[in-house]
């Protein structure tokens, strides 16, 4: 059967991810893949199916899209509206999307990346090994209207899970440990970074994102003379002028600006999602602690397939019906805490 | 080993120096300054923890003076490692290490200056060189790749003489095509793709370091050499018409 999603319309910025490419490091090129990683994790929990599955990563804006076969679809990340065929489904759910229907995602209401799940994945071409775009090193390209997604075989039929997402769409508290470059600033200047009140600059790409904050700047002791030196997503890049720049996923892969800090994987993906103009806030931990923090979240992750639960509650598929709380009503299907991103 | 262990600002002065980045691996610096032996022992060092073949490296790289070592630390415990790392630290002097096997030495067609590379002119004049002499330095110095990085496939090239310590422009030069030659403190990059920089626009070539049709996208190697043989404009011209692979006229051989 031929399956494929077509694309009626979409928004600017809309592409084909994956987790990226790792192994071309050495050649200059840096990982990649999704702006929130985390989300590649939930979408393949309400599928079924494995993180490694490529999916559409919209920024900002959806689209819409025409199945030309039964589809089962998972929405994850920022919170888009979302309808098939003009009735509204949820998000952080899977559902159908029945041959000929049309789905139609808007903008995003909470955080930045959106993203689209099909089950098998979609079946578009690699480049370098995997699916993933990368749009700096200009591998792969934005999905325009008019495109035809294949999409990958799927053996499953289910849908109607929702999954409670880790929160992350509105900024807020990012952690970070020391890192190679940490010695090159004062104490004084690391305690006043972890005191500042920080924004989300408009000024930000899938490389790096700025760090708006009144006051002072926090240049290190050495700023001009360091060699230049490896750079990984979660960097924080202390430019010439003071100004932080937290790396993204994107970023080159040497850099001569000093690091102040590297922050948690987990916590990157708030920085991804932070609305420009939202509110963020730096927290010291020993790389013990941060190490530990990472680690639980990872886990979270690896276990979301478990945490699934279904949205509309059928007393005869529930497995462990007395461990519910039935007679106080704690369970409602109509009320599933679904957009607390 | 205590150093990287302390949350104090201390500053280390002996090398090597092994330190954690963030959560994402380890990185063994040579030097705190960028010098021919350095580079050699970051380029051994790399080779040689890849040949050990821990289970726990994801992937790897050497830099102008230092091996990165991609390692998930919220997963690994990190003492193992570094005691491992420590062990091949010392086993050796790096500094000392012979260049790798199997390099290739590239000879590159160049159009130095002319309006296609404005900045040779200025360039010259920072070295204090004639145009004539420092398209003899530029063309005849063989140039090491130190390291492949900032963009795909690109190199950073070392080292011209000492009066080519010139500093970077202060000024962003907005935009210079794929194939440019551009130079600053005694170095050159070969840019793969059209890019903003600070450093000056000397020459331009075919040569492509990033092809990513090609079945070998990334030709180049740390410690490979380039040489940038002048070519006049008309058969410069010549090769940017007949050149599809992204090669630009580039002869090899290899080196012992």
Sequence with gaps: MNRTLIVRSIGPAAAIQDSGRTGFMSAGLTRGGASDPAALHEGAALLGQMPSCAVLEMAGIGGVFEATSDIRIALSGAVMDATIDGATVQWNASHLLPACS???????????????????????????GTQGCHMS????????????????????????????????????????????????????????????????????????????????????????????EVTIAGDIQITGDGTPFVLMHECQTTGGYPRLGTILPCDLNKVSQAPIGSSLKFELLTFKEGAA???????????????????????????????????????SAKNAPLDEG | MKNLMT???????????????????????????????????????????????????????????????????????????IERLQNLVDSRDWLAAPLPSGRT????????????????????????????????????????????????????????????NIPRQTK????????????????????????????????????????????RPFPLSPGDEMIFDPVTEAEFLKIESSDQSGNGGAQTEMLK
């Design chain 2, 172 to 215: 962003i030069t907005p935009n210079v095509p794929a194939g440019s030659l551009v130079t600053a403190v005694r170095q050159f990059c070969l840019f793969p793709y059209a890019t903003p920089t600070g450093w000056r626009h000397v020459g331009v070539t075919g040569f492509l370091s990033f092809r990513p049709k090609s079945e």
């Design chain 1, 137 to 228: 090193a200009g591998l792969g390209r934005l999905i325009a209207k008019g495109d035809i997604l294949p999409v990958g075989s799927d053996a499953s039929t289910d849908t109607g899970f929702y999954v409670v997402p880790e929160q992350r769409l509105d900024g807020g508290k990012i952690r970070f440990v020391r890192s190679m470059q940490s010695d090159k600033f004062e104490g004084r200047t690391i305690t006043r970074f972890t005191k500042t009140d920080f924004r989300r600059d408009p000024r930000g790409n899938r490389q790096g994102i700025r760090m708006d904050f009144d006051g002072e700047g926090f240049q290190s002791g050495g700023q001009l003379n360091i060699v230049s």
């Design chain 1, 293 to 331: 923090i990472q680690a639980r979240s990872s886990a979270v992750l690896s276990g979301l397939r478990k945490s699934i639960k279904p949205l509309i509650r059928d007393v005869t598929t529930i497995q462990d019906l007395l461990s519910y709380q039935l007679i106080s009503g704690a369970i």
């Design chain 2, 7 to 81: 949350e104090n600002f201390e500053i280390q002065e002996t090398w090597p120096q092994i330190k954690t980045v963030g959560l994402a691996g380890i990185i063994v610096t040579f030097s705190g300054v960028l010098s021919e032996p350095a580079n050699r022992a970051a380029i051994a060092f790399l080779a040689a923890a890849r040949s050990a073949e821990w289970e726990e490296l994801e992937e790897s790289n050497s830099t102008l003076v230092s091996t990165f070592l991609k390692i998930d630390l919220s997963v690994h415990r990190l003492e193992p490692i």
């Design chain 2, 105 to 164: 030495l590239w000879r590159v067609p160049t159009l130095f200056g002319t309006d296609r590379a404005p900045q040779l002119t200025e360039a010259a004049e920072l070295a204090g060189q004639t145009i004539e002499q420092a398209i003899t330095d530029l063309s005849t110095t063989s140039m090491r790749v130190l390291t492949i990085g900032f963009a795909p496939g690109q190199p950073y090239l070392g080292t011209l003489p000492e009066y080519w």
């Design chain 1, 102 to 128: 049309v789905l139609k995602i808007g903008a995003a209401r909470r955080g930045n990346f959106g993203y689209l799940h099909v089950g098998g994945g979609f079946a578009t071409p690699s480049y370098l």
